[in-house]
């Protein structure tokens, strides 16, 4: 059971928009519309960012979208600011009622 | 508040086993699946497996067939996560989460380091 496949790293500048890619199967990411993203901080539990694929929870900036196309989801962080420097991680629901993460990409805010 | 915590960082020798405990709080603990993740040093999330806080079902990870058992005591609102057979590999932190039930996690555990030394 391999882990999503996202970029170990992509960067950009203030108020530049970057896009992190997660690709799956038709068993995951394909199959299912249930794609979450989180973001990480050094030495802090992961905070919800997107679910299903699109959402945003209550209190997540609107800088921050979702979206799906195949086996492959996407997250967009427009108008980066510096403390959007944080890990990244994709999560689907998979066949059997597991799930699984994406390897994680770390964010750097030039 | 939704408060989810666990139990204190572990030291173990390799072929022992470790069981990692998570109270909650703040929630109504039987309608709530809770999952178990972990994330060895300087490495990604890894999904091991949830278990349902109502009927005690639980799901996990083919890569841990049969070196873990996840329970719950609904009396106390605890989530219990044992895995056995520890190898240096398993050294992580444990983190549990609660799901939102529309698959997707909105509270983590302030985690707890195992650490498998001999």
């Known amino acids: 059971q391999s882990a999503l496949t996202q970029p170990a790293s992509v960067s950009g500048s203030p108020g530049q928009s970057i896009t992190i890619s997660c690709t799956g199967t038709?068993?995951?990411?394909?199959?299912?519309?249930?794609v979450c993203w989180y973001q990480q901080h050094p030495d802090k539990a992961p905070k919800l960012m997107i679910y299903?694929?699109?959402n945003r929870p209550l209190g997540v900036s609107n800088r921050f979208s979702g979206s799906k196309s195949g086996n492959t989801a996407s997250l967009t962080i427009s108008g980066l600011q510096a403390e959007d420097e944080a890990d990244y991680y994709c999560s689907s629901f998979r066949s059997g009622n597991t799930w699984v993460f994406g390897g994680g990409t770390k964010l750097t805010v030039l | 508040q939704v408060q989810l915590v666990q139990s204190g960082a572990e030291v173990k020798e390799p072929g022992a086993s470790v069981i990692v405990s998570c109270k909650a709080s703040?929630?109504?603990?039987?309608?709530?699946?809770m999952h178990w993740v972990r994330q060895a040093p300087g490495q990604g999330l890894e999904w091991m497996g949830q278990i349902n806080g109502g009927s005690g079902f639980t799901v996990w990870a083919q890569k841990f067939q049969g070196r873990v058992t996840m329970t719950r005591d609904t009396s106390i609102s605890t989530a219990y996560m044992e895995l056995s057979r520890l190898t240096s590999d398993d050294t992580a932190v444990y983190y549990c989460a609660k799901d939102t039930n529309t698959w997707s996690i909105d509270y983590w555990g302030q985690g707890t380091l195992v650490t498998v030394s001999s």
């Open positions: 299903d694929v699109r």
């Open positions: 703040g929630y109504t603990f039987t309608g709530y699946y």
């Open positions: 038709s068993s995951d990411v394909g199959g299912y519309n249930h």
